[in-house]
Nanobody
């Protein structure tokens, strides 16, 4: 069982930066691939970024490539999402997820956090 708690969301202006954190419980954090997803009102959950268990592989959605960066610190059981040059269309609830497979599909992730709201004003 893995419990995930996101933090770092908030209200910012377009062009600002935020860093989201996701703290995980459990001793086997490094064995899980981690993903960030987001969901805006009235829209389906959307893949943002994923990182392999050892951090050696990452994958970012085209919509955030060059602006967002996923990373992890296995010693701290934490995964991060650095978000730069935020745009109003980035407004959403951001979720972190843990799974056995490094993938962009939300269905392969087993554990999910409660989410943190990111709102970007124009």
């Amino acid at each position: 069982q893995v419990q995930l708690v996101e933090s770092g969301g908030g209200l910012v202006q377009a062009g600002d930066s935020l860093r989201l954190s996701c703290a995980a419980s459990g001793r086997t954090f490094s064995s899980y691939a981690m993903g960030w997803f987001r969901q805006a009102p009235g829209k389906e959950r959307e893949f943002v970024a994923a990182i392999s268990g050892n951090g050696g592989s990452t994958y970012h959605a085209d919509s955030v490539k060059g602006r967002f960066t996923i990373s992890r610190d296995n010693a701290k059981n934490t995964v991060y999402l650095q978000m730069n040059n935020l745009k109003p269309e980035d407004t959403a609830v951001y979720y972190c997820a843990a799974g056995q497979t490094f993938h962009s599909l939300p269905t392969v992730y087993v554990y999910w956090g409660q989410g943190t709201q990111v709102t970007v004003s124009s």
